[in-house]
């Protein structure tokens, strides 16, 4: 049974950070592709970050420059770092493996509320 539990999130100013952790079980986070994805109230769900097997990440341009993914093998967890933060940026914020998004068979869990205001 594949677990993942989001933690990290809250409340902080523009141009603050944030890092957000999810942790892995039932898979090894070295041995997969791995993304973060947000939600907003009221809109569609949308890709943020990935991280690849070999290592490589890819952001889309709303975040690119601004937020980090990486993940740690040893605790088998995978890290979303999130700087100078925008009220945009606020959402909901899940991992799950991009391969299951994509097929729209993914589980979601419980997320992390980021809210960035002032």
């Known amino acids: 049974q594949v677990q993942l539990v989001e933690s990290g999130g809250g409340l902080v100013q523009p141009g603050g950070s944030l890092r957000l952790s999810c942790a892995a079980s039932?898979?090894?986070?070295?041995?997969?592709?791995m993304g973060w994805y947000r939600q907003a109230p009221g809109k569609e769900r949308e890709w943020v970050a990935s991280i690849f097997k070999g290592g490589a990440t890819t952001y889309p341009d709303s975040v690119k420059g601004r937020f980090t993914i990486s993940r740690d093998n040893a605790e088998n967890t995978v890290y979303l770092q999130m700087n100078s933060l925008k009220p945009e940026d606020t959402a909901v914020y899940y991992c799950n493996r991009p391969h299951l998004v994509v097929s729209r068979t993914a589980s979601w869990g419980q997320g992390t509320q980021v809210t960035v205001s002032s």
């Open positions: 039932g898979i090894l986070v070295s041995d997969a592709a």
